[in-house]
């Protein structure tokens, strides 16, 4: 079987974060040749509009992240609808909320969207919750249902993950307010000290096994901070004592082979914090690791 071609959408967005350097990580990782490595593993890549968050059109940070999540998700929305798979790059965290609000209305028809959640913390603060009132700190709670309407309820729906269905890996920095939502909705968590002790292979077996049973698909929304600082300094929020970049890339390897993954999403990488490139070059291998073509298919091609 064919695989779809790759479609890349460029989330800008920094206005999510305390510090807005990763509104310039999607064009960074562009320049640095993302584009050409994808389409060197034998996949058709297009990369098309970039997204741009625009605070001055808002009355507030919270409102400019509303407006670009609605952007988001009408571009990421046309991509599925065109038969593309979505790759989308951040920008901050808070364009999960726009990539994967659209690909659970896609789904809709069929059923749920399953997701591993792969980061140094929780995402799961509310405007009620959060001290910093950041948004990036608060996509996970937004796609659960919680949080400001503008961000819960895309399409005129709100819930677009269900607890039972999405596994976060990684976390490592967090407050007790998200901590809690999310032991009450009971999501599973696989806190850094279980990946060193298991491994993260088995952790992202687990994950991978909650977001695709029962599901109409999955996909991974990867936090570049959720690796460790040593694999991955450029990133909006480093944490030390992370997921090391080889483990990832072992474990990810080919998710994308199976029919039932949908989308990918890449947020946090801050090119301004990225010396020499070698935060790049960890994304880049990390997207070519998880969105290449098996090779029955690159056979079947030939
Ligand atoms: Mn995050």
Redesign the pocket.
Known sequence: MSQPVLHIVGAAVGEGASDGGCKWGANALKEHGLQRALAATGRTVTWGETVSAQPMLASSRLGAIEGFSEHLAHTVAQVLHHGQQPLVVGG??SC?VGTWSAVAEHLRPQGRVGLV?I?????AHTPDTSDTQAP??M??AALLGYGSVGMTDLFGWRGKLLPSQVAIIGARSYEPAEQALLSQLGVRVMYMPEVLERGFAACFAEARAIASTGTAGWGI?F?L??LDPRDAPGT??PVEQGIRLADALQALDGCSHDPQFVAMEL??YNPLRDFGGQTARAATELLCTVLAPSAATLELAA
């Open positions: 901050d965290h999960a959640w980061d140094a913390h929780l995402d990036h700190g996509p996970l929304s936090d901070d959720g909006g929020t947020t946090e």
